[in-house]
């Protein structure tokens, strides 16, 4: 299958949840290359042709600048030289116009957060040198406002502004702040058209959270573990099934997408772990950990002494990652042994006490 098909399906789901919406873009334009610049100009052209309500600020002398890629770009904006209310600014936007707006020195400064949040900004974006935050090895690409403060390593005084900046912004309403680190190309689209994303998200709410399954999931639960269930790695479900026991399912979802998902099947008082699965695109993310987490939580709430899961696949995850122990096969409950030995797989059995 050629990868760019698959790319293409992946951004475009991206693309009515943008439609309509406005984003407030803070550019640094001085810390980017010539070639740095034509590119966030293109990008910004991209949301533009997508639907995207868009104000670029920076300071009067970068406007220029980023009104001659403009120009050369095809890209429709028109500068607020001065008294940027609201109501002019909507006006531009309607138009179909990009609105350009003047600042000082200070990215995301509080004026700017406070028109943000006037205009309905669904996405605040500050496009500079950012450094990524990085946390055991691991970047740290998104942070709730109040795990702000507990960050337990030093920041350069420029990052620190930013995320003290950001936190302000998703107090005073702005669903989601992006830090960027602009001079790595594409850095814009990659941001906003993944569920990953390569800079720092900031946000208030509910970004990424793992929830029970609800009727209207199903058919997405189905098709997420088709490939899986085809490849005798998990047991095959009906909807009917599925549907008669939805508080036996979990699903992780990211920004309203469902990437993953497990179930917790009961034998009195021992569970079993099934139906684990992550979307290839968020491999490696920890998602599966979560996940198993989450169930081994809600087996010990309902009181059971052990959790068990039947794999060959996942055998080093269960045991290095997750702390399971390999048992024999045959003691697992005799309802759930026979079903296995009916499947024809040949699988391995890990156990955990609770």
């Known amino acids: 299958m050629d990868p760019s098909a698959t790319d293409l399906r992946g951004l475009l789901h991206y693309v009515p949840q943008f439609q309509g919406k406005l ?9 980017l290359s010539e ?9 910004l052209c991209a949301l533009q042709s997508i639907g995207v309500g868009l104000v670029i600020v920076s300071t009067e002398q970068e406007l220029e600048s980023i009104i001659d890629w403009a120009v050369d770009h095809d890209f429709r904006s028109s500068v607020i030289a001065d008294g940027a209310t609201v109501e002019r600014i909507k006006g531009v936007i309607e138009r179909g116009q990009a609105a350009l707006l003047m600042r000082e020195d200070i990215l995301l400064a509080g004026n700017l957060i406070e028109i943000s949040v006037s205009l309905g900004a669904s996405k605040l974006i500050a496009l500079t040198d950012f450094q990524p935050l990085m946390e055991k090895g691991k970047q740290l690409k998104f942070l709730r406002v109040r795990e702000i ?23 005073a309403g702005v669903e989601r702040v992006h830090l960027l680190d602009a001079t790595e190309p594409g850095a814009l689209l990659d941001e906003l058209f993944s569920n990953e994303g390569v800079g720092t998200m900031v946000y208030g709410g509910t970004y990424r959270h793992i929830r029970l399954l609800k009727e209207e999931d199903i058919s997405e639960l189905l098709g997420l573990i088709g490939r899986s269930v085809r490849r005798t790695h998990l047991v095959p479900r009906s909807y009917e099934q599925i549907s008669e026991a939805l508080e036996d399912y979990a699903v992780m979802e990211v920004d309203g997408h469902v990437v993953g998902c497990v179930a ?3 034998y009195d008082d021992l569970g079993e772990i099934g139906c684990l699965y992550v979307k290839q695109t968020h491999e490696g993310t920890g998602y599966g950990a979560d996940l198993v987490s989450f169930m081994e939580i809600r087996a010990k709430e309902r009181g059971m002494r052990s959790v068990f899961a039947l794999t060959n696949r996942a055998a080093k995850f269960f045991t290095q990652q997750m702390g399971y122990n390999q048992f024999a096969v045959d003691s697992i409950p005799i309802e759930r042994l026979r079903e296995l030995h009916e499947s024809g797989r040949n699988s391995q059995a890990f156990i955990k006490d609770l």
């Open 23 to 31: 984003f407030v873009v803070d550019v640094d334009w001085k810390v």
């Open 35 to 43: 070639t740095s610049q034509a590119e966030v100009v293109m990008d």
């Open 149 to 171: 403060k507990d960050l337990d390593f030093q920041l350069r005084g420029k990052e620190q502004q930013l995320l003290n900046a950001a936190a302000s912004a998703c107090d």
């Open 264 to 266: 917790l099947y009961t």
